[in-house]
């Protein structure tokens, strides 16, 4: 009686406790199952080693007149087991109980149950699978072989198993079990006129270690996507039409950049501001030098540049004019206006105006090498054109 009440009780309370739980829903409070990938041989396997107690075996007459009583004893078990699922598992489990009947012919009755039992969790089929639940309960119907004392019987049975997490490797068990053996293994005569069966009890607490791989993994799968609205043979014709228009059109693009790719393929390896000579298709890098000497024209008495001549001057320097490039600078003055001293101060000033514009541009001044001649020499005929500044690349 006691250990039924510990059965129902366990049953009754697990069923509470894990109805409570919510850790193993989706988005919508359903519960998530299946299905989940196979494991391997030795993934998900446990050994369980426990010890508790057996129910003392009470013996009587169709008449319920007793005739022997048990007082209970020792139950150990040792099993080794396997979750195939997550909800369904199998084990080959040992127990030995020994009872103490007192009755005419009785003594110390040891026996022996060896059973496969298949295991069934209950929790996992209704609450879905987590592999770190506290608490589950797996009953379970077994099967096997019984030694009473020295006569040898089958026997079959049926129980709870209960597992409490400890960690992922480690459970403690309490396993409640019910057996069921012929009543002629306990030497009852025939005389005695009992029933045909009796039915050992135990009830035992101990470990269980989990080996290999624990857990399960959730088989993952693609969810198709379905079109609500369907397509008429009309609508499906135009929107191929459609699709084949469009290919033709992107190859027909495609064709076109693959020309423009050839046509623009000379051109790949060309460095910007490098002269070339173009010939038969081909680009051969040249060295041009501005035709020389640049003259620049200053009005007369003056020493400023006109906005044309700077123009002049910034595109010598922009085409011609790097730091290493030497040059020569030379100024004038007209004959015809001014002293002799005046004009070459005169030309000493045009001389600096432009130093000074082609050192902004670049040029160093040590390259750079100036001579004012005032009127003392005259390149051209006519007096403006000889108001000038010459520069000349060495």
Request: hydrophobic content about 40%; glycine content about 10%; some cysteine.
């Amino acid at each position: 009686m006691i250990l039924g009440a510990l059965a129902t009780a366990s049953l009754l309370f697990s069923l509470n406790a894990n109805a409570q739980e919510n850790a193993n829903r989706d988005e919508n409070g359903k519960v998530v199952r299946g299905a989940y990938v196979t494991n391997k041989a030795f993934d998900n396997t446990f050994i369980g080693v426990g010890a508790g107690i057996n129910a003392g075996l009470n013996l009587q007459n169709k008449e319920g007149i007793p005739f022997a009583q048990g007082k209970g004893g020792l139950a150990v078990d040792v099993a080794f087991g396997k979750w195939w699922t997550p909800f369904i598992g199998g084990r080959i489990n040992y127990l030995g109980i020994s009872n103490d009947i007192k009755g005419d012919g009785f003594g110390k009755t040891p026996q022996h149950f060896v059973t496969g039992d298949l295991l069934w969790s209950l929790t996992n089929t209704f609450w879905g699978y987590k592999e770190t639940r506290i608490w589950n309960v797996n009953p379970y119907i077994s099967g096997g072989y019984a030694r009473v004392d020295q006569d040898n019987e089958w026997v079959m049975g049926a129980g709870i198993y209960n597992t409490f997490r400890v960690s992922n490797r480690v459970n403690i068990t309490l396993d409640l079990r019910a057996m069921a053996a012929k009543a002629s293994t306990y030497k009852v005569t025939v005389e005695k006129k009992i029933g045909q069966f009796e039915f050992p009890l135990s009830a035992t607490i101990g470990l269980a270690f989990n080996l290999g791989k624990t857990g399960f993994s959730r088989l993952s799968s693609v969810t198709p996507v379905v079109i609500p609205v369907p397509f008429t043979t009309e609508q499906y014709n135009a929107l191929a039409d459609k699709v084949a228009a469009l290919e033709k059109e992107n190859a027909a693009l495609k064709a076109q950049v693959a020309a423009l790719e050839n046509e623009l393929a000379p051109f790949k390896n060309l460095v910007n501001g490098q002269t070339y000579l173009y010939e038969n298709g081909t680009f051969t890098a040249v060295d041009v030098k501005a035709g020389s000497p640049l003259t620049l024209y200053f009005d007369c008495g003056s020493a400023k540049l006109s906005a044309r001549e700077k123009a002049h001057l910034e595109y010598f320097t922009e085409n011609v004019v790097k730091a290493d490039t030497k040059l020569a600078v030379n100024g004038y003055a007209d004959k015809q206006t001014g002293t002799a001293k005046r004009n070459q101060k005169l030309s000493e000033q045009r001389v600096k105006t432009v130093v000074d514009l082609l050192k902004k541009a670049g040029a160093c001044e040590e390259n750079i090498e100036t001579a004012a001649h005032g009127a003392t020499i005259q390149l051209f005929n006519g007096a403006a054109k000889n108001r000038v500044v010459t520069i000349e690349v060495k």
